[in-house]
């Protein structure tokens, strides 16, 4: 089944505590993006990968690493994060990103105490 | 700054009928433009694309419009179901689609 995982899907962890979110597809996309999602805002990117070692900045990139090593790969790293990235997760992927849709993964729930 | 308005409250609607849901935007003129559903709990899936040169575009009980005009995007359900109660996102493009801005999303509720 063509789909795009994410792991965990839920967290709740403490300010300053490194922690890595990950995201899989399987439809061998070249382009992926991370995206949060809070209440009143929409999904705002974060991160954006056109390939493998290609990666680029979104509209909220402060506090987030991302890295590409393989295709099919796109963790998301918080390495301290902060009350304020507490929110809702998603990755996303698409062949390219142009006049394509986007394949969304089911989403991750973060809490930072 | 680029901006995406999506009406914040919810659209209560009665089985049967057409739900009209809006988006306008401002700043920022669009290659093309998607629609989303959104499940609680779960990720957008994919409803419908249009493109800037396009007016409109259907697919089965789903009509979406686009004015570049008047900067703004009509989504219609026709013959509304309960099983169409969701959240409903539009989301913008340009040409290179690298970095696609979203609305917030409008809630709809279609009672039986």
């Known amino acids: 089944e063509a789909q795009v995982t994410q792991n965990p899907r839920y967290l709740i962890t403490v300010t300053g505590k490194k922690l890595t979110v990950t995201c899989s597809q399987n439809m061998n996309h070249e382009y992926m993006s991370w995206y949060r999602q809070d209440p009143g805002l929409g999904l705002r990117q974060i991160y954006y990968s056109m390939n493998v070692e290609v990666t680029d900045k979104g509209d909220v990139p402060e506090g987030y690493k991302v890295s590409r090593k393989e295709k099919r790969n796109f963790p998301l790293i918080l390495e301290s994060p902060s009350p304020n990235q507490t929110s809702l997760y998603f990755c996303?992927?698409?062949?390219?990103?142009?006049?394509?849709?986007?394949?969304f993964g089911p989403g991750t729930r973060l809490t930072v105490l | 700054s680029q901006k995406i308005e999506q009406n914040s409250e919810a659209l209560n609607i009665q089985e049967g009928k057409t739900a009209t849901l809006t988006c306008n935007y401002t700043?920022?003129?669009?290659?093309?433009l998607q629609w989303y559903r959104q499940d609680p709990g779960r990720g957008p899936v994919f409803l419908l694309l249009i493109r800037e040169n396009e007016k409109e575009k259907r697919k089965e009980r789903l009509k979406v419009t686009f004015d570049t005009t008047l900067k703004q995007s009509l989504f219609h359900i026709t013959a509304s179901q309960p099983a169409d109660s969701a959240t409903y996102l539009c989301a913008l493009d340009g040409a290179g689609g690298f970095k696609t801005i979203f609305g917030a999303g409008t809630r709809l509720f279609v009672k039986a």
């Open positions: 996303a992927s698409t062949t390219t990103p142009s006049y394509n849709e986007q394949f």
């Open positions: 700043n920022y003129s669009p290659a093309y």
